[in-house]
């Protein structure tokens, strides 16, 4: 055989086999976040969708990528985060121009602004294997972009106190390892395709419609009495009352009006995730909006009194989504 023919024949066969084996390994990596980029900073036309292993990007005055604009765009990275240990990370983030961050839906970064290259720390407690939604939105506006989000992993970070030893060093933060970031949640069940059954003649039956929320009971309003005000909620990391709220909340408008000598005063309380600024930002405008909810049905007023705690009464421990569930709430305190 013409040794030609069979050197393009060996570098065909090679090259079968490294695309082959290219897209096989493409298509069963779960790993890395989805990145969608869009043309303006209140990300509503998207440019261009792919898929980054993980955020740690200097730009410069360059584009972000092929057939995308260096200046006056946005991106939404998304996707799960699977902590390899247990305890307080911090995260390190350097941006330019605006950054947020959410996880689990809950903020623990806000500086959505025009700035010069900026550095940022959050700690946050994450347990060991438990995925949690993680959602990154960043807009660059012009010249210089950056869009950084490294961390220390718990027990790495040198104390402030120590860093003033002489020979003493805070540690670098790392990057995030594209494996322990996923494009799906990797603790979800992957349920299989049950047999298909033989179809067994049945009578109809009426449906009835879905039951509505059932309302738990409200103690008597008297002097001194506190308790959680059950059935209000609100949206994700927001404080907007959902209508959902409004059979309590009327409930306890009627009892504030048949007993006019009486005063409360209600609190917000968040969990420990996130930025306890944030945190406390957001339990003041949770209060708020049931105060303000309250006035609106005839309340008086003086009769009311709002005020947040953030995060700092808990009632459970925050190990797990439903102990933070249960300091995520809303209480009143009569007067």
Known sequence: MNLFILVRRMLLVFALVATTFSATAQGSSPNGLT???????????????RIDPTIDFNWDRSA???????TNYAVRWQGYL?????????????????????????PILDTWKLQVPTDYRVRVPLEAGRAVALRVEYFQEEIEARARVRWLLPGT??????????????????????????QRNPDAPV????????????????????APDTLA??????????????????????????????????????????????K??????????????L??????????????????????????????????????????PAERARNRRVEVMVR
Do not use: C
């Not at 972000?64 to 260096?70: C, D, N, Q, S």
């Not at 949206?235 to 209508?243: D, I, S």
């Not at 409360?264 to 600024?277: A, L, N, V």
């Not at 105060?291 to 947040?308: D, H, N, Q, S, W």
């Open 82 to 106: 699977q902590p390899p240990v247990t305890g307080t990370y911090t995260f390190v983030v350097s941006t330019d121009d605006g950054m947020r961050i959410w996880l689990d839906e809950k």
């Open 264 to 277: 409360i005063e209600i609190s917000g309380h968040t969990d420990i995730i996130g930025d306890p600024d």
């Open 279 to 320: 945190n406390q930002r957001l339990s003041e405008a949770r209060a708020e909006r049931v105060l303000e909810y309250l006035t609106m049905r005839g309340v008086a007023p003086e009769r009311l009194k709002a005020i947040g705690y953030g995060s700092t009464r808990p009632v459970a421990r925050n190990n797990s």
């Open 157 to 182: 970070e040198v104390a402030a106190s120590e860093r003033t030893r002489p020979g003493l060093q805070a540690p670098e933060p790392q990057q995030i390892s594209p494996r322990y970031l996923f």
């Open 217 to 262: 009971p409200m103690p008597v309003l008297k002097s001194g009495v506190q308790f959680d005000l059950p059935n209000v909620y609100f949206e994700t990391a927001k404080a907007r009352l959902l209508p959902r709220s409004a059979r309590t909340l009327d409930r306890l408008a009627e009892a504030l009006l048949a007993q006019s000598a009486l």
């Open 64 to 70: 972000p990528g092929p057939g995308l604009p260096a």
């Open 35 to 49: 990145a969608t980029f869009f043309a303006d900073r209140r990300l509503t036309k998207v440019l261009q969708t």
């Open 191 to 210: 349920a299989e395709a049950p047999p298909k059954p033989e179809p067994i003649p049945t009578p109809a039956v009426s449906v009835a419609p879905p």
